[in-house]
Structure formats: structure tokens, C-alpha cells
């Protein structure tokens, strides 16, 4: 196994990537853009454990050549052997398994650089900004952090997703995509800076597409001066 995986996963095999089979159970839409996949775990979660916002790289043929994504575990069960995947459907080859995976079929898989750090101290509150790429691993994030409330930025306006949020806790801003991702930072910029001046402990996680996010990143540590350690950005998709 992992043979097919290309430079890539020669790559990951020289730094000791562990790689498995899942195979699939069943799925249902969420939304028409939104899909959760079902899968047994091939021994993956006796062999690695579990921590918050743990992904796997995906490993899909596309046309001949092998092409890995990411994906966040979700509901992850040891015991059990099992977990759910999440999928933000758009044009690609890991959506287009997605949308056809059906009981039996099974797919490769390699884990590798996943981990998470618990900020400290621990947060006061937390401010997330995110979309449907990044969803899962936000829900799986603000339940690590519990209780600490928190302010999302959401670029989505699609009904439907399955956020885990507490309104009691968490304040969900949806923001349309719009310009790129440059309507997203510009409200971002409009409301961050008031809200980091009356927080003591503020913990920033950035998860959008790669240009966003290092725009925001940036701005975060040079322009509103936050610590590197109070920070996570890391781009989940490409436009």
C-alpha cells in the first residue's frame, strides 16, 4: 500500500507516515453541497489515538496520478473503530468520490503532521474564522476549547451545515463569499481589533483558502500585534 502514492507519498514514507484502508458504511447529504461519509477505520485509531481537529490525508485517482486531501475527523470512535467524514462539495476528484462513495467501498489513507496544541493559558475567548472546508475541524476545535465563548466569521450562507455551535457561547457571523475572500477580511478588520482590547487571553484560529488566511494571519500578528503561540492559520483549500 502506498506504493501509487507518488513522490508525495515517498515523501511521507521516509518521515514515517503510517498509512491504512478505510472503508465506507454509508453517507447521506447534509445539503446539496454538503456531504458526510461513514467509514471504518482499518485499525488507524488503536494505532495513532485520537486528538482534536485530527485529519487524514485522503489518497483519490485522478485520471492515473495519484491526489491526496485532507479531512477532519468527525465523531471518532476507538472502540468502535469508526468515524464520519465531512465533505464541502465542489468541482474536483475528492468530491466526486465523495458523492458516489457507497457501503463497501474503500479508500487509502495516510496519517502524518496532524496534531494540536492547547493554547496557554488557556483562552478567555476564542475568535475562529472558517468556511464549509473547515467546519468540522471548527466544531471540533470549540469543543476542545470549552467553556470558553467564542466569535466565528463564517463564510457561508448556506442553511443547513452541521455547526456545533451553543448560541449561549458562540456568536456565528455569516459572511457570503464575496471578491475572493476579500469581503470576509474586510470584516474581519472592521470588528477583530475593538474586540481583542477587551480580552485577556484571545486565541485566533484561521482556517479558510490559502490566500485568506495568510492575509489574515498577517494581520493578526504585524498589525494587530498578537503573539505567534496566540495564533493557528492554516490555508485548507485553494481557490
Known sequence: MGQGHGWEGA??????????????????????DYRRVHLTDGGMLAATGVHPT????????NAGRPHQRAYTLVDPDPAAGTFTLEFALHEGRASDWARTAKPGDTIEATVHGTDFQQPTPDPSHVFAIGDPA?????NSLLDALAPAPATVWFESTDDGLPFRTDPARHDVRPVPRRDSGAHLVAEVKAALPDLLEACPEPYVWIACDTATTRT???????ELGLPRQRIHALGYWRP
Open 54 to 61: 485530527m485529519w487524514v490525508r485522503l489518497w483519490f485517482d
Open 134 to 138: 473547515s467546519l468540522p475541524a471548527l
Open 11 to 32: 515523501v511521507l514514507r521516509l518521515l514515517r507516515a503510517k498509512d491504512f484502508v478505510f472503508t465506507v458504511t454509508g453517507g447521506e447529504d447534509v445539503t446539496e
Open 216 to 222: 489574515l494571519a498577517a494581520y493578526v500578528r504585524k
